[in-house]
């Protein structure tokens, strides 16, 4: 007796429909599974006997079985192959299903040992790649049934037990049962809460710093990355910490792709799964290094740096990060993405967030380049090694270099300056991301800063004078090519927010100081308002 069932198997973020083919047959008694299996799906064959065995079928023990899971060159990995394969070896063995009942359907799910169904990771990622096949039934966990119905056009089942899942299948009366395996709770809907703190938080308690103001608003518009340093107390933690609430709220797609990686975390909660605010991560500089970018023992789970996809990274003190880390952040500030190695096996997940690096000019945060009454304690070897962190490879992939300067005492008396509310830059940002959507309309870009070089240079350059003025940059040697890249993609930040049709000599100048730390005159941030 022979029967199939489909799975998905996910690498990274991208998901394979994987056949799970089962075979009864008479012959020397064991059970077999075949097609680069890990060890938890190894596992399944202990776990689908009890559960089935408990959910009063019989396992075929007096016969050979032999499970294979195809293409069998794709690595196969989780505990959510066991409905499948349990379904499959029920399918094989005495259970009658009606022709074609197990054709188009994709099973996913943990059985515990007394049959019931447990909640896995990645449902959503794994419904979208069942919908991209064309196979548009999916039966999951109960808990998870919203999660899998977020992907369009997908009909979601959702299960408490094997036995449910046969009843659906044969199309038998499903029986109500004990309440389902509660999904675990774990750290991501926590940090969630926690991110409550932040929605109280907006740009009118921020006094004076118009310079890095602009420059956050010109950040979020592109999306681009931003390095602040400045002593300790300037404000530059309460200032990255105001980002989101000028970021506008993500599109349905782009939620769906956000809610995707969070599903790849763990389950998400059964209510509300979906996100659709640009997502804030702020990981301490000791968390460890698989937290921030991805990996861990056992299964890969993405890190911060996936995690905050389409929002921002926030890396405070970022020269207290270990070298490797720094290094390793590299992949994700070029391409959008990072790729963690693990045995034989890569696995890739969008990593496409707005890194914002906040940086004390010395390990005590007291040192003061030009003050006489420096305070600062490190010496000067202590310092030069914390700052070389900020410099080489890392500063070349940062957009924007802001000094922090900390509020004068009569900027925070003066009770006539009313500083901007977030709201006002939000309306700005928001008029100049349509205009980036309208011009990359057709493209895979929404945003500026994603926008390649050479694609940039030949359909949207900058008008004539600017274009000379960086290429005299690049040849006088105070640009790299990559650093101009980087320079063209501000100029049309800096346009879209001010509503031009293309950047200019004006637009170009601002973004050339935003590059180079260079301090902005008032007549050059006036322009945006
Ligand atoms: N421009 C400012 N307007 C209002 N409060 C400020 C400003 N700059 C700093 N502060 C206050 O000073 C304190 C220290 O700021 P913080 O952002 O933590 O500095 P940093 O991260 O640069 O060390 C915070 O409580 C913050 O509210
Ligand atoms: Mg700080």
Same mark, same amino acid.
């Given at each position: ?35 680069? =299996? ?17 959910? %009063? ?5 007096? &016969? &050979? ?30 259970? $009658? ?5 197990? %054709? ?50 997908? $009909?979601?089942?959702?299960? &408490? ?11 038998? #009366?499903?029986? !109500? #049962? ?16 926690? $991110? ?63 809610? =995707?990686? /969070? ?21 301490? /500089? ?37 070298? %490797? ?16 190695? &693990?045995? %034989?096996?890569?696995? +890739? ?8 690096? =906040? ?12 003050r006489r009454d420096n305070r600062c304690t490190c010496g000067e070897v202590k310092r030069r090694e914390y700052r070389r962190k900020l410099s080489g490879p890392i500063a070349d992939r ?6 922090? $300067? !900390?509020?004068?005492? /009569? ?7 009313? !500083? ?6 939000? =309306?700005?940002?928001?008029?100049a991301r349509q205009r980036q959507r309208a011009r990359y309309d057709g493209t895979p870009w929404r945003l500026n800063a994603h926008v390649p070089g050479p694609l940039l240079r030949e ?7 600017? +274009? ?28 879209d927010l001010r509503g031009l049709a293309k950047p200019g000599l004006d637009e170009l100048e601002v973004a050339l100081r935003l590059r180079s730390a260079t301090p902005l005159d008032l ?7």
């Amino acid at each position: 007796m022979w029967a199939s069932t489909r799975t998905v198997s996910l690498q990274g973020a991208v998901g394979h429909v994987v056949d799970v083919q089962v075979d009864v047959s008479q012959g020397q008694i064991a059970t077999n599974l075949v097609g680069r =299996a890990d060890a938890s799906i190894n596992e399944a064959r202990d776990r689908c006997r009890a559960a089935i065995e408990n959910s %009063d079928y019989r396992w075929p023990t007096s &016969r &050979r079985i032999t499970i294979l899971l195809s293409p069998a060159d794709l690595p196969k990995r989780g505990p959510h192959f066991d409905l499948a394969i349990a379904v499959g070896v029920l399918a094989a063995g005495d259970v $009658e299903f009606p022709p074609g009942a197990l %054709d188009d359907v994709v099973l996913i799910g943990e059985l515990t040992l007394d049959g019931r169904l447990r909640c896995v990771p990645g449902v959503l990622p794994m419904a979208m790649s069942a919908s991209a096949r064309g196979i548009n039934r999916v039966i999951v966990p109960e808990p998870q049934i919203n999660e899998a119905a977020l992907v369009p056009g997908v $009909e979601a089942y959702g299960a &408490r037990s094997l036995r449910q899942v046969v009843a659906l299948l044969t199309g038998a #009366e499903v029986v !109500p #049962e004990a309440p389902p395996v509660e999904p675990p709770t774990g750290q991501l809907l926590l940090s969630w809460r926690g $991110e409550a703190r932040l929605e109280d938080v907006d740009l009118v308690d921020v006094l004076g710093m118009e310079d890095a103001r602009f420059a956050l608003e010109v950040a979020a518009t592109g999306g681009h990355h931003m390095l602040l340093t400045g002593p300790k107390g300037a404000g530059k933690t309460t200032l990255a910490e105001r980002l989101p609430t000028i970021l506008p709220d993500l599109s349905p797609e782009e939620s769906l792709e956000l809610t =995707a990686i /969070h599903s790849l975390c763990g389950a998400l909660p059964s209510a509300t799964p979906v996100l659709t605010r640009p997502p804030f991560r702020a990981p301490h /500089h000791s968390a460890s290094r698989a937290g921030i970018l991805g990996g861990g023992s056992g299964r890969v789970r993405p890190g911060e740096v996936s995690k905050a996809h389409l929002g921002v990274l926030f890396l405070d003190e970022f020269p207290l990060l270990p070298s %490797d880390v720094v290094e390793a952040l590299r992949q994700p500030l070029e391409s959008g993405e990072i790729t963690i190695a &693990r045995g %034989d096996e890569d696995a +890739t997940y969008p990593a496409a967030g707005m890194l914002v690096l =906040a940086a004390n000019p010395c390990p005590c945060g007291e040192y003061h380049p030009y003050r006489r009454d420096n305070r600062c304690t490190c010496g000067e070897v202590k310092r030069r090694e914390y700052r070389r962190k900020l410099s080489g490879p890392i500063a070349d992939r940062i957009d924007i270099t802001r000094f922090v $300067e !900390p509020v004068k005492k /009569h900027e925070l008396r003066d009770k006539l300056a009313r !500083p901007e509310s977030s709201a006002a830059v939000l =309306a700005r940002v928001t008029r100049a991301r349509q205009r980036q959507r309208a011009r990359y309309d057709g493209t895979p870009w929404r945003l500026n800063a994603h926008v390649p070089g050479p694609l940039l240079r030949e359909s949207w350059p900058l008008d004539e004078a600017a +274009t000379q003025r960086l290429d005299k940059e690049v040849y006088g040697g105070q640009l790299t090519r990559r650093g101009a890249t980087r320079v063209h993609r501000l100029s049309w930040s800096v346009a879209d927010l001010r509503g031009l049709a293309k950047p200019g000599l004006d637009e170009l100048e601002v973004a050339l100081r935003l590059r180079s730390a260079t301090p902005l005159d008032l007549a050059m941030i006036g322009g945006a308002a």
